[in-house]
């Protein structure tokens, strides 16, 4: 396994702070927290970087934080959309809550757990 390019080191530590603006943006306001990881501004920069950079990722440790980030981001939309549908129906309002509160509640995990595994330059599992 190669070593990355300090610059892409010093990215993806942006990459960790667009998610983590966007999470705490959803704390302190009247946004839910994947709400806010989804939709916001700092999240979707975040996943388009990852994208476009992830190609100079592969082959070093760092390809497995490029893999976690796109994951937190599509698997936190796809259980809003989970949540969105049980929505619909009066029954499935309180499950649509717990779906999302647990799904926020993963991604400040994944954010946090990813950026201290960064800070100690390793792979996530």
């Not at 509160?101 to 595994?117: D, K, N």
Request: charged residues 10%.
């Amino acid at each position: 396994m190669s070593q990355p390019r300090p610059a892409l080191i010093t990215l993806t530590h942006v990459i960790y702070g667009l998610h983590a603006f966007s999470l705490v943006t959803g704390i302190i306001t009247a946004a839910s927290i994947v709400g806010a990881f989804l939709t916001g501004w700092p999240s979707i920069i975040a996943v388009i970087l990852n994208y476009v950079k992830r190609g100079e990722a592969r082959g070093t440790w760092l390809e497995s934080h490029f893999r976690w980030q796109i994951r937190t981001f599509w698997f936190g939309l796809l259980w809003c959309a989970v949540g969105g549908v049980l929505c619909i129906t009066l029954v499935g309002i309180p499950v649509a809550l717990g779906i999302w509160l647990g799904a926020g509640l993963w991604a400040i995990y994944r954010i946090v757990r990813g950026w201290l595994a960064l800070r100690d330059r390793r792979p996530v599992p």
